[in-house]
Every structure is written in structure tokens, then in C-alpha cells.
């Protein structure tokens, strides 16, 4: 392992575990931890043969998910580590590294804030707001997908992968039929003038479906509605800290 792949290791990990500890502390990635992480990967990038790989996949990953930050799906810091990592550590282990560091992140938040769902589900007793049939139909439809894809997975991978990865498929797919009721944990009511610059709003005040982050054309256009009321989320579920586990793993793993 040379020396450049070392040190970009040791700084992927650093700032990795600033951006998990301080989401979690504040739900912010701050720009003191994602700019001095781009830079760091810039100035290491000329001395990597995949020098190449960092720069498209940076280019590829903002161009992927500025959609979904103007539409609040996704935060401008996680957005800004994303390219960090991708200049930081363009390829390991014979791919590109920012993949298997997204699977595994994705798979443990998918795992820890789906099962915290569905056990929340299930004490507020949200089934009874559905409808008997509706729910059981909708569950049906999340077993059968799920058992579908074990079965389909136990024919090219060992069992307990093909478990493992239908289990997560039940999870999301619960969460996403359901996903109405997995949003209501975030969602405030206020008014117009208690909004936060980071806030992200239904669209529904204004006749649109969907959510967008709260940007100033958006308030002029709420305030030309003469909208009083409107209902935002807040504190939604923070990713870096499955971020952090999804290097320590990939770096292991991919060793």
C-alpha cells in the first residue's frame, strides 16, 4: 500500500468521523469539514493513477444530487462530503470507492430507521387510520416482494446473504408503502414567519405536490398566496453517521 493511499485513507477516515459526529450532535455537515475535505482530495488527486476517476465521479455525484437537494431530499453538506470522498479516495480495491461505501451506509440506515419505523407503526397502532384491507395488502405486497427477491438471491449467493438482503428489502419496502406515516415524525404545522432557512416544505399550501427547500423565490411565492400556515420537516433522519460505518466497512472489506 503506498504512501498517497495511506494518507488519503487516514483524512477519509478523519473527516468522515467529524462529519458522523457532528450530524448526529447538530444534524449539519459544516462547511469547515467539507471544504477542507475537497480540498485535501485536490491537492492528493495529481499524485493517484485514477486521478481521472475522482474528477468524473465528483462531476457525476453533484450533477446526480442537486435535484434532489433542491427538492429536499437530500442536504448540501452530505452532497459536499460525497465529493470529498470521491476526490479524496477516487478507486480501492478495484472499483470505485464512493459504491460500496453508499450500499453499506444506505443498507444500515435502510435497517435501523426502518425497523425504528415499524416498531413506531405498530405502538401508535397507525393500522387502524388505514383500513384492514389496505394494510393487509399492502403487507402482503412487502412479504411477497421480499421473499421473491431471497428466493431469486439463494440461487447465486449463500443463504444467509439472500436472508439478509430480503430482510432489508421488507424493511424498505414497508417504509415505502407506508412512507406517509413514516414522514409525520418530522413534520411540524407553523406559521409563515417561524420558518427556518433549512426547512423543508409541503408543497401542498400551494396547491403543488411534493416537498422543496425553502429558498427566497419560494417565500415570496408562499407570501403572494397569502399563505399562513404551512407544514415543514425538520430533524429528519441524519445519514453520516451510517456514512462513517460504510467506510470503516467498505475499507476492510475491499482491503
Do not use: H
Not at 4 to 19: D, W, Y
Amino acid at each position: 500500500m503506498d504512501l498517497v493511499l495511506l494518507i488519503s485513507i487516514g483524512f477519509t477516515i478523519f473527516f468522515s468521523a467529524l462529519a458522523a459526529y457532528f450530524d448526529y450532535k447538530t444534524t449539519y455537515i459544516f462547511d469547515w469539514i467539507t471544504y477542507p475535505m475537497i480540498l485535501v482530495g485536490l491537492i492528493l488527486l495529481p499524485f493517484k493513477s485514477t486521478w481521472y476517476i475522482g474528477l468524473i465521479s465528483a462531476a457525476i455525484v453533484f450533477v446526480f444530487f442537486i435535484p434532489f437537494y433542491k427538492y429536499g431530499k437530500i442536504g448540501g453538506g452530505d452532497i459536499k462530503y460525497f465529493l470529498g470522498l470521491c476526490l479524496l479516495m477516487p478507486y480501492y480495491g478495484n472499483m470505485y470507492f464512493i459504491l460500496p461505501v453508499f450500499f453499506f451506509a444506505s443498507a444500515l440506515a435502510g435497517l435501523f430507521f426502518g425497523i425504528k419505523f415499524i416498531v413506531l407503526f405498530l405502538s401508535k397502532r397507525y393500522y387502524n387510520n388505514i383500513g384492514k384491507m389496505e394494510f393487509i395488502l399492502k403487507l402482503f405486497l412487502a412479504l411477497a416482494f421480499s421473499v421473491f427477491a431471497g428466493i431469486f438471491l439463494s440461487f447465486g449467493y449463500k443463504l444467509y446473504i439472500a436472508v439478509s438482503i430480503s430482510i432489508l428489502f421488507f424493511i424498505c419496502m414497508f417504509v415505502l408503502l407506508f412512507q406517509n406515516y413514516f414522514y409525520m415524525q418530522f413534520s411540524y404545522k407553523i406559521k409563515l414567519e417561524n420558518i427556518l432557512e433549512d426547512d423543508i416544505v409541503e408543497l401542498s399550501c400551494l396547491n403543488k405536490k411534493g416537498t422543496k427547500l425553502v429558498d427566497k423565490k419560494l417565500i415570496a411565492e408562499l407570501k403572494s398566496k397569502k399563505v399562513k400556515e404551512l407544514i415543514v420537516y425538520r430533524n429528519l433522519p441524519v445519514f453520516a453517521p451510517f456514512l462513517f460505518l460504510g467506510v470503516i466497512i467498505s475499507l476492510f472489506v475491499f482491503l
